[in-house]
């Protein structure tokens, strides 16, 4: 079994900076790809980037590009959200995902870290 645990939200103002992390632990972690979710009030979670593990390719949602960068450290099984530039809609929980080796599915779910930008 694989357990995300994320960290790093907070209160911020607009215009400021935040970075998530996201360590996984549990049997062996190799996952093909590894993403961060949010989901604001009253919306569906929505994928905002996704990277993939083995060669740290990345994907984000046109929303987020150029003000988030997703990346990992394989050594420390962990994935990082560097958030800038912060806008009042990126408030939302924010979950990182991870899928099996070989599977673009994402199995494994973090609990969520709370982001609120106030402005």
């Known amino acids: 079994q694989v357990h995300l645990v994320e960290s790093g939200g907070g209160l911020v103002q607009a215009g400021g900076s935040l970075r998530l992390s996201c360590v996984a632990s549990g049997r062996t972690f190799r996952p093909y790809v590894m993403g961060w979710f949010r989901q604001a009030p009253g919306m569906e979670r929505e994928l905002v980037a996704r990277i993939r593990w083995n060669d740290g390719s990345t994907y984000y949602v046109d929303s987020v590009k150029d003000r988030f960068t997703i990346s990992r450290d394989d050594s420390e099984n962990t994935l990082t959200l560097l958030i800038n530039n912060l806008k009042t809609e990126d408030t939302a929980v924010y979950y990182c995902?991870?899928?099996?080796?070989?599977?673009?599915?994402?199995?494994?779910w973090g609990q969520g870290t709370r982001v609120t930008v106030s402005s």
């Open positions: 995902a991870a899928s099996a080796s070989g599977t673009m599915t994402y199995h494994y």
